[in-house]
């Protein structure tokens, strides 16, 4: 079942955005052609075949703007659509939901693109053991947001922040004095809790840190068959996970290769709108 994020997570930044388009004078177009008593009814209907997240932006947007507006919501977040695809029913006075319309569609096109291209990957090597990974590169104030797209689209979360582990990247490693330096200072530093995982980006450095104690490594743009000689080395007794340019060409012979983890920033850097258009039905 794909847990929802809670209303006060998501309410600050779908305000945020309202407050952004909305400015100091409101919706100047719509206040000026449309009479404070007409009403409308609308449809969320997909452009093209994808995954959809963020129904829950789009109806707080019209809900925050104005509370009588009611949502239907047909195809749940999660949902595969089509072209032509209704998606949900949005009713109720015809000011709010024109005013509230471009931040409900630019939250649901966003949230739901990530999860497109997370299900493009994840359906890709679904063949594997390996599943898709979000990273921090994300839009800034979308963390969350683009986090919950990816495990809509079936894929796995990686670290939320800073503060929820630690992964000793190259530049970690060449200000600490080396691997076992800093996988000793993190030992003796960090909670029991607290997970460690350390990139590495050739074998020598995969042997010196499974004489190490950490919980997962991060094999960073090696090749199908460098990492298929790398997770034979680990031989289970870590997490492995993959990255560097991951696309859902590569990603597959990377996922064959026996790796737990493909991580991939494109998934919410770079991730393409999903096309989505409101229809007019009736007053």
Known sequence: MLRQLPDFVIEPVVRAALVEDLGRAGDVTTDSLISPDAVARVQLVSREDGVIAGLRC??????????????????????RVAPGS?????????RGLLTGERVALNFLGQLSG?????????????????????????????????????????GANHRFGLDDAVLIKDNHVAVAGGIRAAVEAARANCGHLVKIEVEVDNL??????????????????????????????????MI????????VETAVPLAEAGVDLISSGALTHSARVLDVGLDYLSA
């Open 58 to 79: 789009a109806e707080l947007a019209w809900r925050l703007v104005d509370p009588r507006i009611q949502v239907e919501v047909h195809l749940p977040d999660g949902s």
């Open 204 to 237: 020598d450095q995969l042997r010196e840190l499974l004489e190490l104690r950490v919980d997962a490594v991060l094999l960073d743009n090696m090749g199908p068959e460098l990492l298929r000689e790398a997770v034979a080395l680990v031989n289970g007794r």
């Open 114 to 154: 990530v999860a497109t291209a997370t299900a493009r990957i994840a359906d890709a090597i679904a063949h594997t053991r390996a599943m898709v990974a979000d990273t921090r590169k994300t839009v800034p104030g979308l963390r969350a947001l683009q986090k919950y797209a990816v495990r809509c689209g079936g």
């Open 240 to 247: 492995t996970e993959a990255s560097g340019r991951i696309t």
């Open 86 to 94: 209704v998606i949900a029913t949005a009713s109720g006075p015809a």
